[in-house]
């Protein structure tokens, strides 16, 4: 099974316009990290948020922020006021508990392509 | 500041040859990790290293192996190519972070684009 799932393969949004996208993740464990990353056109992979699942408050980086919904386990990215450099593939990630006190092994879900037109 | 360095960056191979891609981190970091991306499938660890010395499989190690010798350096090998090896591999870092960490990212290489034919 899946840790990570994204059901969007791809999404559009108007510029300056926000856009949610959606990551489900499954794990028994009460303690682990989640993660965006955003790949551009250009193939790097950039880190943009990180939830710990210790966080009682949604994570935000300037325009990002993550909606975490423990119980529903999931770890929704809003982005804020797109902007055309905002096309790119976003993927969510979770890293699970290594010896029961430091994060191990990040597991990726498929990525979302997401547009943003003028 | 370079961080994490993967070379070559890209290579092409003929079935059933054998190449190493080198990782290298300047950040002294504990983990490190080898991850494949294939178009839909997202990015999938191959391989993965909790400190100098030990190695870890992934969800998809078969084909390959690694080696860590030196903290500072991360081998991920393929003794004979297949085309399903056809591939971006990316190495990644990242130092040992608390589950209550607020941080706790991995730090990734450029990638390195490998053709097999």
């Known amino acids: 099974a899946q840790k990570i799932t994204q059901t969007q393969p791809g999404m559009f949004v108007q510029e300056k316009e926000a856009v949610t996208l959606d990551c489900t993740y499954d794990t028994s464990d009460q303690s682990y990290g989640l993660f965006w990353y955003k790949q551009p056109s250009s193939g790097e992979m950039i880190f943009l948020i990180y939830?710990?699942?210790?966080?009682?408050q949604n994570a935000t980086e300037g325009r990002y922020s993550l909606n975490f919904q423990k119980a529903r386990k999931s770890a929704n990215l809003v982005i804020s006021a797109s902007q055309l450099g905002d096309s790119a593939m976003y993927f969510c990630a979770m890293r699970e508990v290594y010896r029961g006190s430091t994060l191990g092994r990040l597991y990726f879900g498929r990525g979302t392509q997401l547009t943003v037109w003028p | 500041n370079a961080g994490v360095t993967q070379t070559p960056k890209f290579r092409v191979l003929k079935t059933g040859q054998s190449m190493t891609l080198l990782c290298a981190q300047d950040m002294n970091h504990e983990y490190m990790y080898w991850y494949r991306q294939d178009p839909g499938m997202g990015l999938r660890l191959i391989h993965y290293?909790?400190?100098?010395?030990?190695?870890a499989k992934g969800e998809v190690p078969d084909g390959y192996n690694v080696s860590r010798l030196k903290k500072q350096n991360f081998l991920l090998g393929l003794e004979s190519a297949a085309p399903s090896q056809t591939s971006v591999y990316f190495c990644a870092s990242s130092p040992l972070a608390p589950v209550t960490s607020r941080t706790g990212e991995l730090f990734f290489g450029e990638g390195s684009r490998l053709t097999v034919l």
């Open positions: 290293s909790v400190g100098e010395g030990t190695t």
């Open positions: 939830q710990g699942s210790y966080d009682e």
